[in-house]
């Protein structure tokens, strides 16, 4: 069976860090381009950020860049997402979520229609005081 499935959510104050992590089974994650998106209560699905299938291309919302780190190991089959000085707006649920094979090998994108693979269950992250 093919899975991802995220871990490392919980609560931390504002300016703290967490990372979460997407473990791959059924399938190697490094055929994969990875993406991490997150939704809110009442909000739309967001990308976050993502990871080509070769690790050469990083992309990251505005919002998170330069406090977001993605990341992928191969021989662990998981990939990360590194967050830090975390803010009250970036509570949600975070997901992983893989491309298909014959996407988004080279580049990757946060919008929401290619990534058409395996989807995790989502980790809830919150950051409040």
């Known amino acids: 069976q093919l899975q991802l499935v995220e871990s490392g959510g919980g609560l931390v104050q504002p300016g703290g860090s967490l990372t979460l992590s997407c473990a791959a089974s059924g399938f190697t994650l490094g055929d994969s381009a990875i993406g991490w998106f997150r939704q809110a209560p009442g909000k739309e699905r967001e990308g976050v950020s993502c990871i080509s299938s070769s690790g050469g291309d990083i992309n990251y919302a505005d919002s998170v860049k330069g406090r977001f780190t993605i990341s992928r190991d191969n021989a662990k089959n998981t990939v990360y997402l590194q967050m830090n000085s975390l803010k009250p707006e970036d509570t949600a649920v975070y997901y992983c979520?893989?491309?298909?094979?014959?996407?988004?090998?080279?580049?990757?994108?946060?919008?929401?229609?290619?990534?058409?693979?395996?989807w995790g269950q989502g980790t809830l992250v919150t950051v409040s005081s």
């Open positions: 979520a893989s491309a298909l094979s014959d996407s988004y090998y080279y580049t990757c994108g946060l919008g929401l229609t290619r990534w058409l693979g395996v």
